[in-house]
């Protein structure tokens, strides 16, 4: 797996991104071809070291991908059950650390998962495959964050 990701900030090769009016703007370019624009916070105090709120910011895209990782896992891991899952979202949240680096200190993940005859303890058990053996987004946040979650089950 690789990315590139370049700073469109300094760029002045007409990089025609959303992100390219920002001090902060960054464009990334992954392995399997796709886009995907992040920008800083905007400062306040030096509006020349801060983003525009063009996009999302980086740690941003850390939360969405983890979010994104585990709600694949546990669709999949319903599917492979036969089970008659018809939606999945969850709701990330979190804290961090007040100083740098800022890591992750908390999370949780609240899941509504969307079915037709569904139990809750094959929703409860997938959500658990993944945090625990699957996912590797949430085992590797998991070593500076406290992860939690919970879940609810509509019947479609």
Same mark, same amino acid.
């Given at each position: 797996?690789?990315? %590139?990701?370049?700073?469109?900030?300094?760029?002045?090769?007409?990089?025609?991104?959303?992100?390219? =009016?920002?001090?902060?703007?960054?464009?990334?370019? %992954?392995?399997?071809?796709?886009? +995907?624009? *992040?920008? =800083?916070?905007?400062?306040?105090?030096?509006?020349?070291? =801060?983003?525009?709120?063009?996009?999302?910011?980086?740690?941003?895209?850390? +939360?969405?991908?983890?979010?994104?990782?585990?709600?694949?896992?546990?669709?999949?891991? +319903?599917?492979?059950?036969?089970?008659?899952?018809? =939606?999945?979202?969850?709701?990330? %949240?979190?804290? #961090? &650390?007040?100083?740098?680096?800022?890591?992750?200190?908390? /999370?949780? *993940?609240?899941?509504?998962?969307?079915?037709?005859? /569904?139990?809750?303890?094959?929703?409860? #058990? &997938? /959500?658990? *495959?993944?945090?625990?053996?699957?996912?590797?987004?949430?085992? *590797?946040?998991?070593?500076?964050?406290? /992860?939690?979650?919970?879940?609810?089950?509509?019947?479609?």
């Amino acid at each position: 797996m690789e990315c %590139t990701v370049s700073w469109t900030g300094g760029s002045t090769s007409g990089a025609n991104t959303k992100t390219s =009016g920002s001090a902060m703007g960054f464009l990334a370019v %992954t392995g399997s071809g796709h886009t +995907l624009e *992040m920008d =800083g916070a905007p400062d306040a105090l030096k509006p020349e070291n =801060g983003g525009a709120n063009l996009a999302p910011r980086p740690m941003e895209t850390v +939360l969405a991908g983890t979010g994104g990782c585990t709600a694949y896992d546990v669709v999949l891991i +319903l599917k492979r059950g036969r089970h008659d899952v018809r =939606g999945c979202t969850v709701k990330l %949240t979190s804290e #961090r &650390a007040e100083t740098d680096p800022k890591v992750f200190t908390k /999370i949780h *993940m609240h899941f509504v998962v969307t079915g037709h005859g /569904i139990a809750a303890s094959v929703v409860e #058990r &997938a /959500i658990a *495959m993944s945090h625990d053996k699957y996912c590797s987004a949430t085992i *590797m946040l998991g070593k500076t964050a406290d /992860i939690t979650t919970s879940f609810e089950l509509q019947e479609a």
